[in-house]
């Protein structure tokens, strides 16, 4: 039986699932803003912008929908503007549910945050705990997802947690000289690897499980400076000096990423999906990232 995957937004983790799913035999196609800018070997693109729906035969045989577009911001940029909504389901809402409840379509996917769930104090987070999103970008997050879910039938949400990978990760804002050790006492964040995203969607999409929720992250939640540190010695660089957070003068943007503390469970993927992780800690993240580099170097 022919597998299509059609992919909403083919950034950073979509990729590598698409390159997974290609090499197993599927087909693949997506949007892009503008294709050609975007190359990708082996997958169809189609331009979106959001300012106008698909063509309805764009999805012809598509058997399995993914979607990484983050929800709208009206009338700009700044996290405090108004909800503009999901930019996916403002125009294809119908298409997808019908898709949905005939079973031409047979997976849908979205890919949330575990920003949803707020503020923790660090104490443990799943599934299961209600979500209190106290940020406006993670606020939208959580409606969007709502919106997605509510489609019915198999559709199934990620949050995930930080993401990192080859060129994405401490070891290159070391190398650019960008890395610093911004200390909040007690702050730790999760994180996961993009491979390790690939996994865990790729698992939902040979085993649905219509309106589960899934956090995608690693198995030890940490402190950034630590992160930083490792890959500091992995490089054989200078570890960057200690900068307490009250002198960091950070972004906005930054400092509310420090606004939340929370460890997040990862108990699900492994146990329904039969998930093992590649990359189960960042230490162990970092080390394959380095080594596949001096590898391909030689």
Same mark, same amino acid.
């Given at each position: 039986?022919?597998?299509?995957?059609?992919?909403?937004?083919?950034?950073?983790?979509?990729?590598?699932? *698409? /390159? &997974?799913?290609? %090499? $197993?035999?599927?087909?693949?196609?997506?949007?892009?803003?503008?294709? #050609?800018?975007?190359? @990708?070997?082996?997958?169809?693109?189609?331009?979106?912008?959001?300012?106008?729906?698909?063509?309805?035969?764009?999805?012809?045989?598509?058997?399995?929908?993914?979607?990484?577009?983050?929800?709208?911001?009206?009338?700009?940029?700044?996290?405090?503007?108004?909800?503009?909504?999901?930019?996916?389901?403002?125009?294809?809402?119908?298409?997808?549910?019908?898709?949905?409840?005939?079973?031409?379509?047979?997976?849908?996917?979205?890919?949330?945050?575990?920003?949803?769930?707020?503020?923790?104090?660090?104490?443990?987070?799943?599934?299961?705990?209600?979500?209190?999103?106290?940020?406006?970008?993670? *606020? /939208? &997050?959580?409606? %969007? $997802?709502?919106?997605?879910?509510?489609?019915?039938?198999?559709?199934? #949400?990620?949050?995930? @947690?930080?993401?990192?990978?080859?060129?994405?990760?401490?070891?290159?804002?070391?190398?650019?000289?960008?890395?610093?050790?911004?200390?909040?006492?007690?702050?730790?964040?999760?994180?996961?690897?993009?491979?390790?995203?690939?996994?865990?969607?790729?698992?939902?999409?040979?085993?649905?499980?219509?309106?589960?929720?899934?956090?995608?992250?690693?198995?030890?939640?940490?402190?950034?400076?630590?992160?930083?540190?490792?890959?500091?010695?992995?490089?054989?660089?200078?570890?960057?000096?200690?900068?307490?957070?009250?002198?960091?003068?950070?972004?906005?943007?930054?400092?509310?990423?420090?606004?939340?503390? &929370?460890?997040?469970?990862?108990?699900?993927?492994?146990?329904?999906?039969?998930?093992?992780?590649?990359?189960?800690?960042?230490?162990?993240?970092?080390?394959?990232?380095?080594?596949?580099?001096?590898?391909?170097?030689?």
């Amino acid at each position: 039986m022919s597998r299509h995957l059609f992919c909403f937004g083919l950034g950073y983790s979509a990729r590598v699932l *698409a /390159r &997974r799913l290609l %090499a $197993e035999g599927w087909t693949v196609s997506g949007t892009v803003q503008d294709p #050609a800018r975007n190359p @990708a070997d082996g997958i169809t693109l189609h331009a979106y912008s959001g300012a106008a729906p698909l063509p309805e035969t764009v999805f012809d045989g598509v058997t399995h929908v993914l979607s990484s577009v983050p929800p709208a911001r009206e009338g700009g940029d700044t996290d405090t503007e108004q909800d503009g909504g999901d930019p996916v389901l403002r125009h294809h809402a119908a298409l997808l549910r019908q898709k949905l409840h005939d079973g031409s379509l047979q997976w849908a996917g979205y890919l949330s945050t575990t920003g949803v769930y707020g503020d923790h104090g660090g104490n443990w987070v799943d599934e299961d705990t209600p979500i209190d999103p106290d940020l406006p970008r993670s *606020a /939208r &997050r959580a409606r %969007a $997802e709502a919106a997605w879910l509510a489609l019915g039938g198999p559709v199934h #949400a990620f949050r995930l @947690a930080g993401i990192y990978g080859p060129g994405r990760s401490a070891l290159d804002s070391m190398r650019s000289g960008t890395a610093r050790r911004v200390i909040k006492p007690g702050q730790v964040f999760c994180r996961i690897h993009v491979d390790d995203i690939a996994a865990v969607v790729r698992a939902s999409l040979l085993q649905p499980n219509p309106g589960r929720i899934y956090n995608v992250c690693d198995d030890e939640p940490a402190p950034p400076q630590d992160v930083i540190a490792h890959a500091a010695t992995l490089l054989g660089l200078p570890v960057p000096p200690d900068l307490p957070i009250e002198q960091a003068a950070l972004s906005p943007m930054a400092a509310s990423f420090y606004a939340d503390n &929370r460890r997040v469970r990862n108990t699900r993927i492994k146990q329904e999906l039969g998930v093992t992780l590649t990359h189960p800690t960042y230490r162990h993240g970092l080390e394959t990232q380095l080594a596949g580099q001096s590898r391909a170097a030689e």
